[in-house]
């Protein structure tokens, strides 16, 4: 196998920590370790204490989100055991110490694409934060919420240790694929491997194959963060029918999907719900379909899912209370909003949702404070509102003039 056919399947993996998930473990050696998996959030009082504080957890979360925002690989590199992680995913197979070293390689220029990619998103409007410090068993881990520039949400959970005296993440779990990034990765490389040490599929030609379906996936993925949608589903179109049946083609089918049509969009939902009826990233894949259905039952079951991983993300409360009070379901909505400071989360998104809330339970003096917050702090125009339809009951009330003296005042 070339280097650079080992920098496509890390640099295909990559892109998965901000867009989608992969397959699940295919053949194994016996040796291969077991799937990472994270362990319940520990919250009571017996709790074993981890070896690493969560003060230095919060360290370490301010220490990689700026290295991101600097787009300062270097520094991501040195807070990651990336060596463990790539060591991981080659765990049981046979490859020669040249292989080894290739793959190191290509690995190391993933780690700068992935965290240039994730700069990028922040620069173009989207967002990159730390959730929460939980502990989960004897571990201390951060999540982080990655929201892209184009809506989507994304979750990273790195899990702490202490090594040679300093804190490092030791795993990287993914919310869209529901498992460790070192355990996704093996299963990607697993098949091109194995078929590259069979003389058997050397010679009948499978080897060649595996190389050329993953070079496919990887030309979809990059298509899918390209915004060619129509070109991501052409390749799919073109894969083999076992490989369209794979997590990750059907995954980035179903992102191709959302700018279309929806019931194609929610048909694409549904296929991979039920071939993964148990996959850990489910709770993000259904939200949408959520709510484009007006499904408030599953919306809320997607919410609880996602709840559960993060242990408990404010700015996804507002999201959920935006839907609801879309479906009408009001008071539920607003209860759901008060408990969140949507001012302390800083992000436009969290003051929009919370405006729809307002608005739909006639919390005039809320919808005002949310306008103002989005025209005062992020930059927001707003339009003769008495002329638009979700204002009118607003720009009927009292507290409208209120806004007009302040969109006077601003100019």
Known sequence: MHERDLSKIIALMLLLAVFAGCSKPATQSSTAPQPTTLEEITTDDSAIVSDVSPAEAEQFAAEWQLAVEQNDAAKATQLIDWTSIFDRALEGFDVDPRFRSGFHQGASQAVKNLVGVVHQSTLNGGSYRLVRTVQRGEAQHVVMRLLTDDGGTNYHDFQLARKNGKVVGEHFFIAMTGESFGDSLRTNVAAVIQSQNSVLSRLSGTAKTEMENLTKQQEMSTAVQQGNYQRALQIYDELPAKIQQMKLPMLFRVMSLAEGDYEVYVDAINEYSDRFPNDACLGLITLDAAGINEDEALLLKSYDSIQKWT?????????????????????????????????????????????????????????????????????????DLATVEDFKRFAASPVYQQWLQGNTAGK
């Open 311 to 383: 242990g408990g993300d404010p700015y996804l409360t507002t999201l959920v209370a935006g839907v609801r009070a879309t479906f009408g379901a009001t008071e539920a909505a607003q209860k759901m909003i008060e408990t969140v400071d949507v001012d302390a989360l800083g992000l436009a998104g969290a003051h929009d949702f919370a405006l729809t809330v307002s608005l739909a339970s006639d919390d005039h003096e809320s919808t005002l404070h949310h306008l103002a917050a989005l025209r005062d702090q992020y930059g927001y125009e707003f339009t």
